[in-house]
T-cell receptor
């Protein structure tokens, strides 16, 4: 069962920043926070992941709350190609979870020109 | 830089037939996952391999489904006696470690008539 909570949909304008929120109030110490996105008829695409500290890569930034019960994916300048379903996932890397991902419904991001 | 590849991309079959899908992971990735995705839903975990060992299978993987990963390289997913309910996108992902990002292939879309 998915353990994260995300808004069903969000809208943004092109070239503006986008902040996608995610709540993961049941997160444990060995859970990483992963973000993936999926365009229609394509496989999910890895975006970013983190454990406790904020993370940056060429695609996005991940801001993790101090208590780790929530996080925000930040797209600094949205483009039309960023329109997708964004999934926030608690990824347990320990024990017999084997790092498998449990996807929820995700957030549908619409980017307006 | 070659990503995860899957073959075929599309498969149409008649109910009762057997089908086999192939996944070629990123070469240095020793972990491989299979997922299934139906329309409007997030991907659901099916099975996991670490090298050639199949370490976990979901309850979704009925006895008609079998997966292999000989020599810890490519993997195959076979569905015997297909049913209309098997129609879905079958996704393969690979990773180097348990905690890091999972890289997905483009998927195989199965349609059972």
């Amino acid at each position: 069962d998915a353990k994260t909570t995300q808004p069903n949909s969000m809208e943004s304008n092109e070239e503006e920043p986008v902040h996608l929120p995610c709540n993961h109030s049941t997160i444990s110490g060995t859970d990483y926070i992963h973000w993936y996105r999926q365009l229609p008829s394509q496989g999910p695409e890895y975006v970013i992941h983190g454990l406790t500290s904020n993370v940056n890569n060429r695609m996005a930034s991940l801001a993790i709350a101090e208590d780790r019960k929530s996080s925000t994916l930040i797209l600094h300048r949205a483009t039309l190609r960023d329109a997708a379903v964004y999934y926030c996932i608690q990824n347990n890397a320990g024990g017999t979870s084997y790092g498998k991902l449990t996807f929820g419904q995700g957030t549908i991001l619409t980017v307006h020109p | 830089d070659t990503g995860v590849s899957q073959d075929p991309r599309h498969k149409i079959t008649k109910r009762g037939q057997n089908v086999t899908f192939r996944c070629d992971p990123i070469s240095e990735h020793n972990r491989l996952y299979w997922y299934r995705q139906t329309l409007g839903q997030g991907p659901e975990f099916l099975t996991y391999f670490q090298n050639e060992a199949q370490l976990e299978k979901s309850r979704l993987l009925s006895d008609r489904f079998s997966a292999e990963r000989p020599k810890g390289s490519f993997s195959t997913l076979e569905i015997q006696r297909t049913e209309q309910g098997d129609s879905a996108m079958y996704l393969c992902a690979s990773s180097r470690g348990l905690a890091g990002g999972k890289y997905f292939g483009p998927g195989t879309r199965l349609t059972v008539l």
